[in-house]
């Protein structure tokens, strides 16, 4: 079970924390990513982090966000800073080689 909380709304240029907590055993041994689903469009990979802490973004968020993991809390983390109007979605975190059934994600809103 992947459970997401953290969103909001928050003004353009504002920042928020997302936390998803992975109800799964094997969390400390495999690649966990941040994905996210604006209205009308598919989903999309955001960021992953491997095991060890090594992190990969795609380019519309590089140098903002910043992912993070606790392997002892079954825990990763998304702080995200300088928000844009663009990145208002449901974000999801799941496994890219595993992709579990997707938990209900937490829905970030930027706005003016």
């Known amino acids: 079970q992947l459970q997401a909380s953290g969103g909001g709304s928050v003004q353009p240029g504002g920042s928020l924390k997302l936390s998803c907590v992975a109800s799964?055993?094997?969390?400390?041994?495999?690649?966990m990513g941040w994905y996210r689903q604006a209205p009308g469009k598919q989903r999309e990979l955001v960021a992953r982090?491997?095991?060890?802490?090594?992190?990969d973004y795609a380019d519309f968020v590089k140098g903002r966000f910043t992912f993070s993991r606790d392997n002892a809390r079954n825990l990763v983390s998304l702080e995200m800073t300088d928000l844009k109007p663009d990145d208002s979605a449901v974000y999801y975190c799941n496994s890219p080689d595993l992709l579990w059934t997707w938990g209900r994600g937490t829905l970030v809103t930027v706005s003016s």
């Open positions: 799964v055993s094997i969390f400390s041994d495999i690649i």
């Open positions: 982090i491997t095991s060890g802490g090594v992190t």
